[in-house]
């Protein structure tokens, strides 16, 4: 178990290597901080350019710049904005809660949605309301989740003003971005929990418990549905890469003050130490829930615990 | 949003007859697939205006059932376009983007994944590794860097798409290349001396043809979703050209007062994507019910 969770860990830290690799050089490809932040502010001479250069550390080589940022990253040190010369981290810390608040939300209303309503399917297979529930899916997997999210802002915000358009002025500014987000999840997450279930409960020891009189309440929730969780729980590990992208677009329909918004923001002013931190921060998130999502496949099903 | 679409999900032992719902099903996939296969060939032809004529006594005219006398079924935009002339044109940037980045990428990823299970070795370790890489890297974040590099336009967006998606074809490829390479009929044709490239080409790409296919399908749908979103962000195609997630980003500033400029567009893309599914399920269901 312990050389798993090393080798695993060694292969996640190569991956992390590489993306900030590719996200450090790629970032100095798109245009220089210095002349983007004297735009609108008149044309800056070639003295003040070298020296911001040299306030930045982007005039030393592209390989000393990132050995740089990398070890002093080891440190939990991201460095300094060029913009707004504030640490790194602590635009990081302000702005995470919010991409976190939407993500877990979001997450907790695809659940909520998605497993009644696949359990419901699976139990009543081919019949009306499970065709109804898989239309219902597919139109989900259809929507582009900012159309979804402008839509649900035209009928919520705008008709019935039953909740704010966009931005964040307290809990309640969560409910729109929370239910774009769930819905488009649960929609993939009906048609998964379903087809689990549906497989389960095709095994021979669902029919013991059925043929020793056990109540098909206690069949479906206790041998069913936790044998139907494993495939469901790899997939939403699988789909969290997929899930920040949803994030990052939603934060900017719902001008919502998160990490997307922060990191689009950033690459526009080029200011590369929070570009990097961002990538840094939300690569690890995903690492890091891979990591969980594998490691709880022993506790779900002890037949595939690791040696 | 994910960069590939969720083919591989549970294990199907529990298959039945179809429903009565999938030859309907089919057909509706079908006739959107193509209505908007029409829309992008013929647009010129059925479109009723002009995609840049701007009349700016009609700005924001409402759908013509709600505005009589207008000469505007779906209504306009900000600056008086005839949102169905866009809609029709747009159809030509989502099935381009969506046709092209699937069509390469499918292709690339099939020969690094037939190669690579086929010969094995370092080739295949080098191919798996940088598969791996390619796939935990969260597309949004890829996508935001390359474009940001690259420029925004058409060719970008699919580029950014193929760089990210080769790696899907190539782990199924491989897998189904690994599934019949031992097969005692592969083994018969090599020890008869049929050169590799043949024996890839006549016995193990048939093998692999149908997974493939199913994941293209599905692949199209996403690829359309992805680049109206990336679109959408500003980091799409020309917000000059017509296009659906361009509408919508345009139309985001008149969300209190016209319905109708978010409304449509948004409709397009969701009937065309979900034209592209109902196709993909339905060749799901018949090719490869193991995908399922």
Same mark, same amino acid.
């Given at each position: 178990?312990?050389?798993?969770?090393?080798?695993?860990?060694?292969?996640?830290? #190569?991956?992390?290597?590489?993306?900030?690799?590719?996200?450090?050089?790629?970032?100095?490809?798109?245009?220089?901080?210095?002349?983007?932040?004297?735009?609108?502010?008149?044309?800056?001479?070639?003295?003040?350019?070298?020296?911001?250069?040299?306030?930045?550390?982007?005039?030393?080589?592209?390989?000393?710049?990132?050995?740089?940022?990398?070890?002093?990253?080891?440190?939990g040190d991201l460095g300094t904005s060029f913009r707004s010369g504030e640490a790194v981290s602590s635009l990081i810390a302000e702005r995470a809660g919010a991409t976190l608040a939407l993500a877990v939300g979001g997450m907790i209303v695809a659940l909520a949605v998605a497993f009644p309503m696949g359990t419901y399917a699976a139990m009543h297979r081919d019949a009306l309301s499970d065709f109804l529930?898989?239309?219902?899916?597919?139109?989900?997997?259809?929507?582009?989740?900012?159309?979804?999210?402008?839509?649900?802002?035209?009928?919520? #915000?705008?008709?019935?003003?039953?909740?704010?358009?966009?931005?964040?002025?307290?809990?309640?500014?969560?409910?729109?971005?929370?239910?774009?987000?769930?819905?488009?999840?649960?929609?993939?997450?009906?048609?998964?929990?379903?087809?689990?279930?549906?497989?389960?409960?095709?095994?021979?020891?669902?029919?013991? #418990?059925?043929?020793?009189?056990?109540?098909?309440?206690?069949?479906?929730?206790?041998?069913?549905?936790?044998?139907?969780?494993?495939?469901?729980?790899?997939?939403?590990?699988?789909?969290?890469?997929?899930?920040?992208?949803?994030?990052?677009?939603?934060?900017?329909?719902?001008?919502?003050?998160?990490?997307?918004?922060?990191?689009?923001?950033?690459?526009?002013?080029?200011?590369?130490?929070?570009?990097?931190?961002?990538?840094?921060?939300?690569?690890?998130?995903?690492?890091?829930?891979?990591?969980?999502?594998?490691?709880?496949?022993?506790?779900?099903?002890?037949?595939?615990?690791?040696? | 949003?994910?960069?590939?679409?969720?083919?591989?999900?549970? %294990?199907?032992?529990?298959?039945?007859?179809?429903?009565?719902?999938?030859?309907?099903?089919?057909?509706?996939?079908?006739?959107?697939?193509?209505?908007?296969?029409?829309?992008?060939?013929?647009?010129?032809?059925?479109?009723?205006?002009?995609? +840049?004529?701007?009349? $700016?006594?009609?700005?924001?005219?409402?759908?013509?059932?709600?505005?009589?006398?207008?000469?505007?079924?779906?209504?306009?935009?900000?600056?008086?376009?005839?949102?169905?002339?866009?809609?029709?044109?747009?159809?030509?940037?989502? *099935?381009?983007?969506?046709?092209?980045?699937?069509? $390469?990428?499918?292709?690339?990823?099939t020969a690094l994944g037939l190669t690579a299970g086929y010969y094995g070795g370092w080739w295949d370790e080098a191919m798996m590794r940088f598969a791996d890489l390619q796939l935990s890297f969260p597309f949004i974040l890829f996508a935001l860097i390359m474009i940001a590099v690259l420029g925004p336009g058409l060719s970008r967006i699919i580029l950014v798409l193929v760089v990210t998606q080769w790696?899907?074809?190539?782990?199924?490829? =491989?897998?189904?290349? *690994?599934?019949?390479?031992?097969?005692?009929?592969? +083994?018969?044709?090599?020890?008869?001396?049929? =050169?590799?490239? =043949?024996?890839?080409?006549?016995?193990?790409?048939?093998?692999?043809?149908?997974?493939?296919?199913?994941?293209?399908?599905?692949?199209?749908?996403?690829?359309?979703? $992805?680049?109206?979103?990336?679109?959408?962000?500003? $980091?799409?195609?020309? %917000?000059?050209?017509?296009?659906?997630?361009?509408? *919508?980003?345009?139309?985001?500033?008149?969300? +209190?007062?016209?319905?109708?400029?978010?409304?449509?567009?948004?409709?397009?893309?969701? *009937?065309?994507?979900?034209?592209?599914?109902?196709?993909?399920?339905?060749?799901?269901?018949?090719?490869?019910?193991?995908?399922?």
């Amino acid at each position: 178990m312990i050389r798993y969770i090393a080798a695993r860990t060694g292969g996640a830290l #190569a991956v992390l290597a590489a993306i900030t690799l590719f996200v450090a050089f790629g970032i100095r490809l798109t245009g220089d901080p210095a002349v983007a932040l004297f735009q609108g502010a008149g044309a800056p001479s070639t003295q003040d350019i070298q020296r911001m250069h040299q306030a930045f550390g982007t005039d030393r080589p592209f390989l000393v710049q990132y050995l740089r940022f990398a070890t002093a990253a080891l440190r939990g040190d991201l460095g300094t904005s060029f913009r707004s010369g504030e640490a790194v981290s602590s635009l990081i810390a302000e702005r995470a809660g919010a991409t976190l608040a939407l993500a877990v939300g979001g997450m907790i209303v695809a659940l909520a949605v998605a497993f009644p309503m696949g359990t419901y399917a699976a139990m009543h297979r081919d019949a009306l309301s499970d065709f109804l529930i898989r239309v219902g899916s597919l139109l989900g997997l259809s929507f582009p989740n900012f159309w979804l999210g402008i839509m649900l802002i035209l009928i919520l #915000a705008v008709r019935f003003r039953l909740v704010p358009p966009s931005g964040y002025i307290g809990p309640v500014s969560l409910v729109l971005p929370c239910l774009t987000l769930g819905v488009i999840l649960a929609s993939t997450l009906v048609r998964l929990v379903r087809a689990s279930l549906l497989d389960t409960l095709g095994q021979p020891y669902i029919r013991t #418990a059925r043929a020793k009189g056990m109540p098909e309440r206690i069949v479906i929730t206790r041998h069913g549905l936790r044998n139907a969780l494993l495939p469901v729980v790899t997939f939403i590990g699988l789909q969290f890469g997929g899930l920040l992208g949803g994030v990052v677009i939603l934060e900017n329909v719902f001008a919502w003050p998160g990490l997307g918004q922060l990191a689009l923001e950033a690459v526009s002013y080029r200011d590369y130490p929070v570009v990097q931190g961002v990538v840094v921060v939300l690569a690890l998130g995903v690492i890091a829930v891979n990591l969980v999502v594998d490691l709880s496949y022993g506790l779900l099903n002890p037949r595939i615990r690791v040696g | 949003m994910d960069s590939a679409p969720a083919v591989a999900t549970a %294990p199907a032992s529990v298959r039945r007859a179809a429903p009565v719902g999938l030859r309907l099903t089919l057909l509706v996939g079908l006739t959107l697939v193509g209505l908007s296969l029409m829309a992008a060939a013929a647009a010129p032809v059925l479109a009723p205006y002009d995609p +840049q004529a701007a009349d $700016l006594h009609a700005r924001l005219t409402p759908p013509a059932w709600l505005a009589p006398g207008s000469r505007y079924l779906l209504g306009t935009d900000a600056i008086g376009r005839d949102i169905l002339t866009r809609i029709i044109y747009g159809a030509r940037i989502s *099935l381009t983007v969506g046709l092209v980045s699937v069509a $390469l990428s499918s292709f690339a990823g099939t020969a690094l994944g037939l190669t690579a299970g086929y010969y094995g070795g370092w080739w295949d370790e080098a191919m798996m590794r940088f598969a791996d890489l390619q796939l935990s890297f969260p597309f949004i974040l890829f996508a935001l860097i390359m474009i940001a590099v690259l420029g925004p336009g058409l060719s970008r967006i699919i580029l950014v798409l193929v760089v990210t998606q080769w790696a899907a074809y190539a782990r199924l490829v =491989r897998s189904e290349t *690994l599934s019949v390479k031992e097969t005692e009929y592969i +083994q018969a044709a090599r020890a008869l001396g049929i =050169r590799d490239g =043949r024996v890839i080409w006549r016995h193990v790409l048939p093998n692999a043809l149908g997974a493939v296919m199913v994941l293209a399908t599905l692949s199209i749908a996403n690829n359309i979703l $992805l680049e109206a979103a990336l679109t959408f962000l500003g $980091l799409g195609v020309d %917000p000059a050209v017509p296009s659906w997630g361009g509408m *919508l980003a345009d139309s985001r500033n008149y969300i +209190q007062t016209a319905w109708w400029d978010s409304t449509f567009p948004g409709l397009a893309i969701m *009937l065309t994507v979900m034209g592209f599914n109902l196709v993909g399920d339905w060749l799901r269901d018949k090719l490869s019910p193991d995908l399922r």
